[in-house]
């Protein structure tokens, strides 16, 4: 069966401090894997994938098939990455349904 | 990128009645997709709404309960049938990134109450 699992309901991180948001997955074939976030009032929007292997906002996230996770890390956080994050799956081949984990909050405090 | 509108943003309903979301979006897409999120929780799929053909729906969501439209490319909704307290939820309208695969774009939201 398809499935996210983001054990960690709340983060919470005093701002500098490394963060990592857990995601793991299971699916038979080759997803593709997405964080998206939610800042307070503002909808949900795309942060990063892991075809693009790009750092946003200073975050970063490697796919590692052994482990099958996509654990989101940034090394310092600021007070502005405060939200909702949700790790997603796609099954790919064209058809983009996505498949969200529960989502873990994020709190930075100063 | 995409600019997803949704009406309405909010709404408290009474038990038993019907209530239909709309989404707007300001390109033409190709797929559409109606997501639902009950408090506390995650965004589960309702089903998939591509231009000129039936919606397809996922596991546990039906026509007869979530009837939607979708008469063109840029326009969608959704409706929520008969509802009882269980389907307050926020409801959410999302499209695939025109021109390009593998970016989802959401709306807002609709949140709806059911009393």
């Known amino acids: 069966a398809q499935r996210v699992t983001q054990p960690e309901k709340l983060l919470s991180v005093f701002k500098g401090a490394p963060v990592e948001l857990k995601c793991n997955y299971s699916?038979?074939?080759?997803?593709?894997l997405f964080w998206y976030v939610q800042y307070s009032r503002q909808r949900l929007q795309l942060l990063l994938r892991?075809?693009s292997r790009e750092s946003i906002k200073g975050f970063t996230a490697d796919l590692n098939k052994g482990e099958t996770s996509f654990h989101l890390k940034k090394p310092f956080a600021q007070e502005e990455d405060s939200a909702m994050y949700y790790c997603a799956l796609s099954g790919g081949g064209g058809y983009n349904k996505l498949i969200f984990g529960a989502g873990t909050r994020l709190a930075v405090h100063p | 990128s995409a600019v997803i509108s949704q009406k309405p943003s909010r709404d408290i309903c009474q038990r038993g009645t019907s209530l239909t979301i709309q989404c707007q979006v300001d390109s033409q897409v190709t797929m559409m997709f109606w997501y639902r999120q009950q408090p506390g929780q995650s965004l589960t799929l309702i089903a998939t709404a591509n231009q000129g053909s039936e919606a397809t729906y996922e596991s546990g969501f039906v026509i007869d309960k979530f009837p939607i439209s979708r008469p063109n490319l840029t326009f969608s909704t959704l409706t929520v049938s008969n509802m009882s307290p269980e389907d307050s939820s926020i409801y959410l309208c999302?499209?695939?990134?025109?021109?390009?695969?593998?970016?989802?774009?959401f709306g807002e939201g609709s949140w709806l109450t059911v009393v």
């Open positions: 699916y038979s074939g080759s997803p593709e």
């Open positions: 999302s499209v695939e990134s025109p021109g390009g695969r593998n970016t989802i774009y």
């Open positions: 892991h075809i």
